[in-house]
Structure formats: C-alpha cells, structure tokens
C-alpha cells in the first residue's frame, strides 16, 4: 500500500516537473539540431578541446538551434558530407578545397588568429635531427627517405612538397623513399628522431608546442630552409596559406547560414587570441593544387589518350569538324576545278590555237589591272608606243621614195635620222622606266629626292595616257631636304594616288580634269597633296576609306588604298584624305620625316 501511494504522488510531480521544463526553457525544448564536423588532425580530445567554446558560444548566441560537435578524420569527414548528416564543417584550406568541388561547400568564415593575418596562417616545417649535417637545405633531399601524414594531408604533406618541387626536388621521383604514417603528428617527430627516415614533414608550430609539453628538446632538431614571414612565431619551410575556413553544406538552410555567419563575425577573441572573419582568398591553394596536380586538379595528369579526350573532347570535335570541313571544301574544290578544266578541254576543240592564246592573255591583263596601278596605267602603252614607230616607219618611206625619185640629199638623210633616232630614244624611254618601276628587287632606303620622284611618277603617266590631263606639280621644298626612303615604294604610292586623282575626274567635264600634286616641308616633316577636282567622297566612305577591300570603283579591289598606308606608315610616315579646301574633289596627302643633308 504504501508503495502504491507514493506512486500516485509521484505521477504528478513529473508531470508539474515537465510543464516547468516547457515553461522556462521552451527554446531549448524546440531547438533544431545543427551537427558541426571538425576535421580533427590531432585526435578527438585535442579538437572537443579546441572547439567546444565554439560550440558554446553557438549555442548561447542561436538558442532557437543545438549546434552538436562531430570529430572526423578525413575519410569520415568526406563520408559524413556525402551522406549529408553535418550542416557546418570546419577543416583546413587543402580539404576544403577538395571537397569544395567534389560536394560544393561554401565558405563563410575564416578563422583568426590573434596578430597573423587570416590569409597567411598555416605553413610547413620540414625537421631533421640537428647531427644530420648534409641536410640544410630542401634542395639536399634528393636520394633521402621522407616521413608524412598523408598524400592529400596540407600542411602534413603537400605544402613542402611544393616547396621542394621550387627547390628542384620532385617527391614522387627524386626521393629514396617517402612514408606516411598518419595522424598524429607526434609519430614523424619519432621517426626523425628514431633514424628511421632521414626528415619529416609537420604542420607548423607542431614542433614548438611539443617543446613547450616537454616532449621534444629544441637542441635535437634543426629546420630546412628556415624562413619568417609576417611575424609568424613559429619556424617554416614554406610560405603561409590561409587560415581554415567554416563552410556550410548544400543542403544548409540559407537562413541558418546567414546567422552562423554574422554570429562568427561578432564572436568575441577567446582567451588564446581566436576569432573569425571574412573569408579569406584561396586562390594560393588552388594555385598549389594545380601545380601539384593533385586533389580536383588531378586530371592533369591523365596524359593517356582517353584522359586527353576526355579532358580536351571540344576542342577535338572542333578540330575534327575543321577536318571534315576542309575534306569537304577540297573534294568540292577539286570536283569544281575537274569540271572546269573538262569544259575547258572541251572548249578547245572547237577554237583555235591562236584566239584561246589571245583570250587568255586579255583575261591575264583585265586580272593585272585590277590588282596594280601599273596594270591600269600599261593598257594604253601600246597606244603611245605607235605614235614613235608611225612616225619612225614615215620617215624611213620619205627616204626610200626620195632614194626611188633621185631626190635623196645628204641633209634629207641627216634630217630623216635625227627624227628617227628622236623617236625610237622616245619610244625606248617609255618601255625602260616601266621596266625599271616594274622589275624585282630588294628594297633599299636611302635619302631620296621626293621631288625628282614625283616628277618621274607624273612623267611615266603622262607618257602612257593617251589624252593626259592637266597635273601640275608645285614644288615648296628647300633644296636641301631629302627623305630616308626607298624610291620605288614610293613611287608606287605616288602613281596609286594619281591614277585615283585621274579616276575621279574621269566621267566629269574637262575642266575638272586638273590634278595638282603638291610638296612642301611642315617643321622637321615632307608633306605631298595629290588634289582632285573629282566627285569626292561622303562621310561614311571616307570612315571605310582605307580598310582593305573597301572601294569605290565597280571593277576595284580596295588593296591600292592599305598598300599605300602600309608603306608609308613602314616608313614612319602617316597617309590621310580630306575633301579639298579650295573647291571640289578630295586630297590625299602622306607626311615623310625630313633627313636634311650635310652642306
């Protein structure tokens, strides 16, 4: 009986015990679980040490959630994110890079160290015992046996192994040996210290702290490459990387996400000189993964024919349809070019020898003078060449019919051959400077007179038209100056410019004909003006004026106008158009640099 009263009492007392619970801590009855995993290196105890402030201060700062801590190791740190069973992770920079592309974590914080920098905080020793001599340099690795953590271990591993790599020493190829021992760090230290291999690789400030537990003597070991960066306090191998983030998971509520953020922000410096802050660049550990290639950038080295395609599959269909194209474009070339020349063949047959020679020598000619001023200019020679040998041919007649006659006197004869010697130096002096202005050579600068050069342009034109207009050269040159040039080049421009000057008067009175070629000296420079009194030009086809294919002439090829820019500019000068001034028509004018010559 009085067990079965004293538990009559006892049911209500837990229930008015639970509706107390409720009353004055509802929050904490309704929080939401939040699992937080810790990469732990230095085992569980050393890491719930380490982090439950952090956990506390979660806690105290967001009671509607129970932030829990998770100990992994970097296997089930990996496992517990693909399962999706953590919210938060805390690791070091080279993991979080891994798993930042294998499961698109983001980072929110960076952890702070009190005085360091949160972007230069994490580093590499390499130890070897202090009797070991040979060893001072990372460079005297070559042929030695090397202790880490682990493969993909960052500060156990693959910080120093970028540094020997700068130091010209591979650790996959160059080193005798290299063991990894794992977690914890305590074991390379022994190895070291036992002889077992010859250095060992160890997260900085490992070795200090074990001098300050008593657990290692300063005087047994010595550092490779000792260096100071930053004022960090502790001995290095390497350079430092960035402290470790806080990231959140993909299935993280984003709320959530924004409130760990702005909590770690504020969270006050714990006792040892911890905080957070924005998270830091991890360009540099990208950067030494991809040198490494190792960890997401580890398809680098798949050099076997599958990697490759795998890796460069766009760029080899795009080169494989670059293929198939050209193999399309060459059949059909040669299938075109096949029926072309049956057609041809065909052709022939039913012409003679003769005209096909005469047809295909007018088509090589129409060709020629759309590429070259020359060619336009050479169509009338046969036209000027006449008039010397009409003349030539009358005279020797005269002679004949005299000598027939009786009539031929010593003067006639005289007076027959000067005219014809006249005529044929007339006739042999248009083909020589067309052989001169067209022959090949080698392009020489040397000081020019651009005067005489424009003399002889207008000179070798006016010889080869039949009707020639009006060009009158006005010569405002000193008779000292001279250009660094090479002659033809020049010319060449010369007759571009002219024979473009004489196309724009072409269909217009006669009066407008008039082409006037100035020289004048500008300071230290030459200018030549070939003016016209053409049609002119608009405003947008002086903007396309000398782009290459852009022309005004229905048979053109727009190449006349870019030569001439690019051989006057070759030559330090400028070439430009501008409507005239003085009435209509356009002037084109190019500028030389002035080379005056020693008096």
Known sequence: MDNVGYQKTLRPSWFVGLIILFCFNPFQALAKDVAIGVFAYQGEQAATSDWNPLISYLNQTLPDHRFRLENHDAESLRQAIAGERIDLVITNPGYYIAMEAAFGLSRIATLESSGLSAAKALGSVVLVRSDRTDLQELSDLAGKRMAAVAPDAFGGYLLAAQEMLHNGVDPESDLKEIRFIGLPMDQIVEAVQQGQVDAGIVRACVPEQMVREKRLAPADFRVLSQRQENQFPCALSTPLYPNWPLAVTRQTDPVLAKQVARALLSMPQTADGMGWTVPADYQPVHDLYRELRVGPYAYLREITPEGLARRFWPWLLGA?????????????????????????????????????????????????????????????????????????????????????????????????????????????????????????????????????????????????????????????????????????????????????????????????????????????????HVIDQGCGLEPPQLAHLFEPFFTTKPDGLGLGLPICKTIIEAHGGRLWAEPNAAGPGMCFSFSLPCHDLPT
């Open 320 to 528: 494989l349809m670059a293929l198939l194209a050209w193999i399309i474009h060459t059949v059909r070339a040669e299938h075109l070019v096949l029926r072309r020349t049956a057609q041809l063949r065909d052709s022939l047959h039913a012409r003679e020898q003769a005209e096909t020679r005469m047809r295909e020598s007018q088509e090589q000619m129409e060709h020629l003078s759309r590429l070259s001023v020359l060619g336009e200019l050479s169509g009338n020679l046969a036209h000027e060449l006449n008039q010397p040998l009409t003349t030539i041919g009358t005279y020797a007649r005269t002679v004949l019919r005299r000598q027939d006659s009786g009539r031929l006197t010593p003067e006639a004869i005289s007076e027959a051959c000067s005219q014809i010697v006249s005529e044929a130096e007339r006739a042999g002096g248009i083909v020589q400077r067309i052989r001169h202005f067209a022959k090949k050579r080698s392009a020489v600068r040397e000081p020019v007179d651009l005067v005489l050069i424009a003399k002889e342009a207008r000179h070798l034109i006016i010889g080869m038209l039949a009707h020639p207009p009006t060009i009158h050269f006005d010569n405002r040159l000193p008779d000292h100056c001279r250009v660094l040039a090479d002659g033809p080049q020049i010319q060449q421009v010369l007759l571009n410019l002219i024979k473009n000057a004489l196309d724009a008067g072409r269909n217009l009175p006669p009066e407008r004909h008039r082409v006037q070629v100035i020289v004048e000296a500008v300071d230290h420079w030459v200018h030549l």
